[in-house]
């Protein structure tokens, strides 16, 4: 049950109700289907802070262990994105003598093998050992800990203060955001920066990302709700600029109050999720209409194509795809398998909707008649690789913002 908002202890306006969900990378065994866990799936709004936040949540020893199937390094978008952002962090902010950055959340090092190359004092932090062992393996200096206001004391009696400590799709997962923030306080340099790349909540808004929804991400950041939480730790909003990943993120980048000036950037975006009522609860009310009618749509179609004896598969397991089958009860009767090409999720069943992931070359084995894109962030590249398939007259179909065959 809900206990109240994890930052300030407000308390919590439910606006989303998803339903029962297990935890959207709990990818299954075939031959271990009961028992599933599962969990509601419900967005709250703080009265005190504005958070966007789950009202229940999954244990994150559930969600992050010795088998995460989440790997970062899976596409060229991000490999390319994050070997960019290591570059822009190596100029801007590590250029002193001997600076340090930390990095919570590392994964497969997608970040960090880059400021490893340029011989830069780095640390990654994460809790799934299969992925530190994939950065270690690319030269990455990686522990394998949650982050929090022990590990970050002990890093910096051990290491001293950090330059900068960063995050990419890591700091919305943490419940223990007080305990995350002490832990950035200790390790922090006096004028370091902690900077984070997270899911942002006006995307989700405008896109009705509503697959962005699930488990893992325990808070949907906006700029006025993180300028909030960083004032409430003892620290400022300085910086935000938009992202493309996972179909638009905000990276935030916050300093030690009064460390240093605020860029107009902020007030920019403030103004603009102002103007856009992100925070007001008829937005979010009209949100849950609109998502309701893309779920009618979505299954009255596949329905309808396979009483036409199309045949209809799914394109991509990301956490995403756990969401929609679930929240809009798609089954394999109605969708026989996605395929995905990470190689620790074939094989293997999404989360309780129980299709099958197959590799890749299931789905041109033959074709399918239409292709349903759960991995829409990638779409431009998936449908560069797979153009075979539309050239063989299969056709592509969206779920978000709308339904819609391509
Ligand atoms: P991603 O959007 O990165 O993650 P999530 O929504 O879980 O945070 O996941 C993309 C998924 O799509 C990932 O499982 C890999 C898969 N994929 C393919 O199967 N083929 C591809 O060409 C690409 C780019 C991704
Ligand atoms: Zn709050």
Redesign the pocket.
């Known amino acids: 049950m809900s206990s109240g908002c994890r930052i300030c202890g407000g308390k919590l306006h439910e606006f989303l109700d998803m339903g029962k969900q297990p935890s959207a990378n709990g990818f299954i065994d075939p031959a271990e289907t009961s028992d599933e866990f599962q969990f509601r799936l419900a967005l709250g709004t703080c009265v005190g802070c504005g958070m966007v936040q789950l009202v229940e949540e999954v244990p994150q020893e559930r969600r992050y262990h010795e088998n995460y199937r989440?790997h970062a390094s899976?596409?060229v978008l991000?490999r390319r994105h994050f070997e960019n952002e290591a570059g822009r962090l190596l100029g801007a902010e590590l250029n002193g003598s001997d600076p340090f950055i930390v990095e919570i959340g590392c994964n497969d090092g997608v970040l960090l093998s880059t400021v490893a190359e340029a011989g830069i004092r780095h640390l990654g932090v994460d809790p799934s050992t299969n992925v530190v062992e994939l950065a270690r393996s690319r030269g990455v200096r990686a522990v394998t800990e949650f982050f929090d206001a022990g590990l970050g004391e002990s890093l910096r009696d051990e290491h001293g203060h950090a330059d900068v400590i960063f995050g990419a799709?890591t700091i919305c997962h943490i419940a223990h955001i007080d305990s995350l923030f002490r832990g950035v306080d200790a390790l922090l340099a006096p004028s370091g920066v902690f900077v984070f790349e997270e899911p942002y909540l006006g995307t989700v808004l405008d896109h009705k990302a509503f697959d962005q929804i699930y488990d893992e991400h325990v808070f949907y950041f906006g700029v006025a709700s993180v300028a909030a939480m960083a004032e409430r730790f003892g620290f400022e909003l300085v910086d935000v600029e938009r992202t493309p990943l996972?179909g638009g993120e905000i990276r935030y980048t916050l300093a030690r109050r009064g460390a240093r000036s605020v860029r107009d950037s902020v007030g920019a975006l403030l103004a603009e999720e102002q103007a856009a009522g992100i925070t007001d609860p008829g937005t979010w009310r009209r949100f849950g209409l609109e998502i309701d009618n893309i779920r009618e749509e979505l299954t009255r179609l596949l329905r309808r194509l396979s009483s036409e004896g199309r045949r209809v598969v799914g394109y991509?397991?990301?956490?995403?795809t756990s969401t929609v089958t679930n929240y809009c009860g798609i089954d394999s009767d109605l969708l026989p398998f996605v395929?995905?090409?990470?190689r620790s999720?074939q094989g293997l069943l999404i989360p309780g909707s129980h299709i099958p992931v197959l590799p890749?070359e299931a789905f041109s084995n033959p074709y399918p008649d239409y292709a349903l894109m759960f991995?829409w962030?990638?779409a431009d590249?998936?449908m560069a690789?797979e153009s075979e398939f539309t050239a063989s007259g299969g056709h592509w179909i969206r779920y978000v913002p709308e339904v819609r065959i391509d």
């Open positions: 989440y899976g596409s991000h799709n996972h991509g397991a990301p956490g995403k395929c995905d090409s990470t999720k890749p991995a962030n990638h590249e998936i690789k």
